[in-house]
């Protein structure tokens, strides 16, 4: 079974960065999209991101687009968010999921939508402050 554990989350200003990681284990990433969503107390969960297990498409929400990249290395079984010009909006707790593909290193990368991930994450805090 897939388990997926984030880290890289922490404080930082304003116009700031942080690399969000999602290692997996249990299974090769090698037939799964993975997703990065993010919450905020009293709030739907949103979907951020998405890459295919291929690597080849990605996909963002508007709020990041521009700001936010996503990528992976297959071989460290690791999906990478890398955020810029941090906004405090940006604050929330993320998390990777994974949707699984019967295809290997599939291009299809899902909607960003919580009911087309399973194999979530426990979370990771990033918080935007001054």
């Known amino acids: 079974q897939l388990q997926l554990v984030e880290s890289g989350g922490g404080l930082v200003q304003p116009g700031g960065s942080l690399r969000l990681s999602c290692a997996a284990s249990?299974?090769?990433?090698?037939?799964?999209?993975i997703g990065w969503f993010r919450q905020v107390p009293g709030k739907e969960r949103e979907g951020v991101s998405c890459i295919s297990s291929s690597g080849g498409y990605t996909k963002y929400a508007d709020s990041v687009k521009g700001r936010f990249s996503i990528s992976r290395d297959n071989a460290k079984n690791t999906v990478y968010l890398q955020m810029n010009s941090l906004k405090p909006e940006d604050t929330a707790v993320y998390y990777c999921a994974g949707s699984w593909d019967p295809v290997r290193y599939s291009d299809y990368a899902p909607p960003l939508k919580e009911a087309d991930f399973g194999s979530w994450g426990q979370g990771t805090q990033v918080t935007v402050s001054s």
């Open positions: 249990g299974f090769t990433l090698d037939y799964y999209a």
